[in-house]
């Protein structure tokens, strides 16, 4: 993705593995998702509350 100029975010869950997160671990991703499109300004989404 660098390489082909795509900004990009890894985000890791410490222990995490592949998914069956906390609720806590579901809300740190989900807010960094959210950060990045408000970051290229794409609109949010429904609520997933």
Do not use: C, W, Y
Request: no cysteine; glycine share 12%; charged share 20%.
């Amino acid at each position: 993705l660098q390489k082909a100029g795509v900004d990009h975010e890894l985000v890791t869950i410490p222990g995490g593995k592949h998914g069956n997160f906390t609720r806590a671990e579901n809300q740190k991703a989900f807010a960094a998702i959210k950060a990045f499109l408000a970051k290229h300004g794409l609109p949010p989404g429904a609520s997933t509350n």
